[in-house]
């Protein structure tokens, strides 16, 4: 079975400071995508890349950027955390043919006090 | 933007009834139809995928796939309370060559005894 991981299950940090959200999938899926889930908003795409070092913006980019430099690694990055970056962050992984399934990592709760 | 829509419920049924869940979606490129489910506190995992007009059943799950109306659906025969979940619908298209899965907002399903 695939398995994505995600470092940190729960994650409390304060308003300004840096965030690292680290992610990583063991099955050679070229692409990975980062998204947070909040009550009554759904899942919403923040980033995904589809191959070593490339990224493109999902929806809602702002407050955040993305590292991928190897194919197994996905970083999600909070350069100064604000409060309404609270929110559950999922990442999942997708192979680049075939069935088009996402496998999802468990999750990482962020709260920023 | 990519519109996804779903019923956001709860959706509650009797144990044993049919459970019925749908879903539009605005995007015509979409090419593949998964639907999710979600327990409370955990990530997504795939319960049912369609890619063509016309049903599709594996055991108590049945999607109906229409794209000429942009409608999706998925119905639970059967319905156990095991079944109580957020289920998200996720029509999948294309952007320069990879799949960007959208989801909707998920509906909440409670089965009752």
């Known amino acids: 079975d695939v398995k994505v991981t995600q470092s940190s299950r729960y994650l409390v940090k304060r308003t300004g400071e840096k965030v690292f959200l680290e992610c990583v999938q063991d099955?050679?899926?070229?692409?990975m995508f980062w998204y947070r889930q909040d009550p009554g908003l759904g899942l919403r795409l923040i980033y995904f890349?589809?191959?070593?070092?490339?990224?493109e913006k999902g929806d809602i980019p702002e407050g955040y950027s993305v590292s991928r430099e190897k194919k197994e690694r996905f970083s999600l990055i909070l350069e100064s955390a604000s409060t309404n970056q609270t929110s559950m962050y999922l990442c999942?992984?997708?192979?680049?043919?075939?069935?088009?399934?996402?496998?999802f990592g468990a999750g990482s709760r962020l709260t920023v006090l | 933007q990519k519109e996804v829509e779903q019923n956001s419920g709860p959706l509650s049924v009797p144990e044993g009834a049919i459970a019925s869940l749908n879903c539009t979606y605005s995007?015509?490129?979409?090419?593949?139809f998964f639907w999710y489910r979600q327990y409370s506190g955990k990530s997504p995992e795939l319960i049912m995928s369609?890619?063509?007009?016309g049903d599709k059943e594996d055991g108590r799950f049945t999607a109906q796939l229409n794209k000429a109306s942009q409608y999706v659906s998925l119905l639970i025969r059967d319905s156990q309370p095991s079944d109580s979940a957020t289920y998200l619908c996720a029509p999948q298209g294309a952007s320069g060559g990879s799949y960007i899965p959208t989801f909707g907002r998920g509906t909440s399903l409670i089965v009752h005894p």
């Open positions: 999942a992984s997708l192979r680049g043919s075939g069935a088009n399934v996402l496998t």
């Open positions: 099955m050679d899926h070229e692409n």
């Open positions: 369609i890619y063509s007009n």
């Open positions: 890349s589809y191959d070593v070092k490339m990224k």
């Open positions: 995007d015509r490129g979409s090419q593949s």
